[in-house]
């Protein structure tokens, strides 16, 4: 083979390798932190309240047995009307992702059944509102 056969074959092999990128980085799908990414983003401050407030009372306590994810919201707060949501956020699937509306019992826990999660690394985001101050807080919580 000569050295115009070889400079051809090479040209060749990187036209492919070119169309083989090209496809896939257009058939790539690419999740987005929420939907309304921008529109949160606005909304930021309210979030950053919501850590600070969250920060004057005990720590948000977030445990697992067998069958559920079980989460210990302070003491101080057990006794209030509590409105609020959780959020499980898997960062690699927005598919596996779950949002669930807060129904804390007496004691100050709620429990998040695991088979209704898929079993990967969430970041388990809680808000909550008592009156009129927001909480927030995150826990990283690995469903096995």
Known sequence: MNWGNKLILVFIVFAVMMSVLVYKSINTHYDL???????????YQDKIDG???AAKVSDVVVTQDAENVIVNFPKELNKSKTKGEAWFYCAT????????????DVSGKQFFPKKELSKTNYILKLSWKIDT????????????
């Open 33 to 43: 932190v929420s939907k309304d990414y921008y529109k949160d983003e606005l909304r």
């Open 51 to 53: 850590m600070d407030n």
């Open 93 to 104: 699937d927005d598919m596996k992702d779950k949002k669930i509306p807060l129904e804390i």
């Open 133 to 144: 101050l927001n909480y927030f807080a995150e826990k990283r919580v690995i469903i096995k």
